[in-house]
């Protein structure tokens, strides 16, 4: 409880230092934080006013943004277009009800505490609370107001309930369609392992979704969402728009590196096939969950040429259960303090990036994967079953 007591306390501290030097709340002041929220709330304000679809339109989303916030009055401020799947209007459409600083903290705090919710799904306790926020991202999630604390709690939380409440996991899979290169492995594995209650529940999930969506917000708005998302995918992925140090992906490392685009595709899709046949084969052997579990969430980073550093509490996923399976097996003590600086090591790479300025999510995937295949190497040389004892969170 005490190393919890001080992680938050630092949280504390670097809010009320980084507010003291004028990072200030986005429209007052030409501040940062929430700045990425702000435009959620513009499409959700646009949606709330019958125009749903124009939210992909940066030129109309910009001029609203320009008329709530003062956008415009900071030329520093870069664009922050708008190309998510028109599911997401269900949540942003209530959030723009409120004025912006409410739907900043009200994002704030329900995206933390599912975020919080599902690792302790995962883990006991202070466990939990500790793997949870030990991670420096979950504090850039906050403070530019991401969504990658949502991402890893839908993850977190589907994983954690895959097998305990298969209707529950489904609900959690469909919801994840918001993001959805963040899901693409998850129906191959719900297939080959025979989860079809899963795989039911979330297929219709998504069903619902696109229904309440298409009802509320009018059907075209699903062909100018597709439009706009390749745009999204031509700015990020061809034309480099965003510089490549920020893509934390294989995909990324390389274009960074200097690596024209095809060679750099040509790596990414192997690696990612590599790691889709690694996963596919330790769910269908005889590995603990956790591992299990662990190598699902990890290969789920992997896939997606497009990862950015708020997307990083993800890694949260993975080395809960990692922790999980070292504390179901009694770990001995050097094993434990391997994994303890293995995963340390994992969060000192991101307090790193904005120095570096160098994708650190390829290195700290590699890292997981690595720790993965040693654990299984080491569960398999000693004959241990599947699960030797169960973890209960509380």
């Given at each position: 409880?005490l190393?919890?007591?001080?992680?938050?306390?630092?949280?504390?501290?670097?809010?009320?230092?980084?507010?003291?030097?004028?990072?200030?709340l986005?429209?007052?002041?030409?501040?940062?934080?929430?700045?990425?929220?702000?435009?959620?709330?513009?499409?959700?304000?646009?949606?709330?006013?019958?125009?749903?679809?124009?939210?992909?339109?940066?030129?109309?989303?910009?001029?609203?943004?320009?008329?709530?916030?003062?956008f415009?009055?900071?030329?520093?401020?870069?664009?922050?277009?708008?190309?998510?799947?028109?599911i997401?209007?269900?949540?942003?459409a209530?959030?723009?009800?409120?004025?912006f600083?409410?739907?900043?903290?009200?994002?704030?705090?329900?995206?933390?505490?599912?975020y919080?919710?599902?690792?302790?799904?995962?883990?006991?306790g202070?466990?939990?609370?500790m793997?949870?926020?030990a991670a420096?991202?979950v504090?850039?999630?906050?403070?530019i107001?991401?969504?990658?604390?949502?991402?890893?709690?839908?993850?977190?939380?589907?994983?954690?309930?895959?097998?305990?409440?298969?209707?529950?996991?489904?609900v959690?899979?469909?919801?994840?369609?918001?993001?959805?290169?963040?899901?693409?492995?998850?129906?191959?594995?719900?297939?080959?392992?025979?989860?079809w209650?899963?795989?039911?529940?979330?297929?219709?999930?998504?069903?619902?979704?696109?229904?309440?969506?298409?009802?509320?917000?009018?059907?075209?708005?699903?062909?100018?969402?597709?439009?706009?998302?390749?745009?999204?995918?031509?700015?990020?992925?061809?034309?480099?728009?965003?510089?490549?140090?920020?893509?934390?992906?294989?995909?990324?490392?390389?274009?960074?590196?200097?690596?024209?685009?095809?060679?750099?595709?040509?790596?990414?899709?192997?690696?990612?096939?590599?790691?889709?046949?690694?996963?596919a084969?330790?769910?269908?052997?005889?590995?603990?969950?956790?591992?299990?579990?662990?190598?699902?969430?990890?290969?789920a980073l992997?896939?997606?040429?497009?990862?950015?550093?708020?997307?990083?509490?993800?890694?949260?996923?993975?080395?809960?259960?990692?922790?999980?399976?070292?504390?179901?097996?009694?770990?001995?003590?050097?094993?434990?303090?391997?994994?303890?600086?293995?995963?340390?090591?994992?969060?000192?790479?991101?307090?790193?990036?904005?120095?570096?300025?160098?994708?650190v999510?390829?290195?700290a995937?590699?890292?997981l994967?690595?720790?993965?295949?040693?654990?299984?190497?080491?569960r398999?040389?000693?004959?241990?079953?599947?699960?030797?004892?169960?973890?209960?969170?509380?």
């Open positions: 409880m190393v919890c007591g001080g992680l938050l306390a630092s949280y504390l501290w670097l809010a009320l230092t980084s507010w003291a030097q004028g990072h200030f986005m429209g007052a002041g030409h501040g940062t934080v929430g700045y990425d929220f702000s435009c959620f709330w513009g499409a959700g304000k646009l949606a709330l006013q019958g125009s749903a679809a124009s939210a992909y339109d940066w030129s109309t989303l910009k001029q609203l943004l320009d008329q709530e916030l003062a415009d009055q900071d030329p520093l401020q870069p664009a922050v277009p708008f190309f998510y799947p028109p997401f209007f269900l949540v942003l209530p959030l723009a009800l409120l004025p600083p409410a739907a900043v903290a009200a994002w704030a705090g329900i995206k933390l505490a599912a919080m919710a599902a690792i302790r799904a995962i883990l006991p202070a466990t939990a609370t793997t949870a926020l420096p991202v504090i850039i999630d906050l403070w107001g991401q969504n990658g604390l949502l991402t890893a709690a839908l993850l977190g939380g589907a994983l954690a309930t895959l097998d305990r409440r298969p209707l529950v996991s489904g959690l899979i469909g919801l994840l369609v918001y993001k959805p290169h963040f899901g693409v492995l998850l129906p191959l594995i719900l297939a080959i392992t025979g989860r209650r899963v795989f039911g529940s979330a297929a219709a999930t998504v069903i619902v979704l696109i229904g309440i969506t298409g009802t509320i917000f009018g059907w075209d708005v699903f062909a100018v969402a597709a439009q706009a998302m390749m745009s999204a995918n031509r700015y990020h992925l061809v034309d480099g728009d965003t510089p490549w140090f920020k893509l934390q992906t294989v995909y990324g490392a390389l274009r960074a590196a200097g690596l024209g685009s095809a060679p750099a595709w040509s790596a990414h899709i192997a690696v990612a096939g590599a790691a889709t046949a690694a996963t084969w330790i769910w269908r052997g005889e590995a603990c969950y956790a591992l299990k579990a662990a190598s699902l969430s990890t290969a992997l896939l997606p040429p497009y990862l950015a550093i708020y997307d990083l509490p993800i890694l949260a996923v993975p080395m809960a259960f990692l922790v999980r399976d070292a504390l179901e097996a009694g770990l001995q003590r050097w094993h434990t303090l391997a994994l303890t600086l293995a995963l340390t090591g994992i969060f000192m790479l991101e307090y790193a990036f904005p120095e570096a300025n160098e994708p999510g390829p290195i995937f590699v890292t994967a690595a720790i993965i295949a040693a654990r299984l190497a080491a398999l040389s000693a004959g241990d079953p599947p699960v030797q004892r169960h973890l209960a969170p509380s």
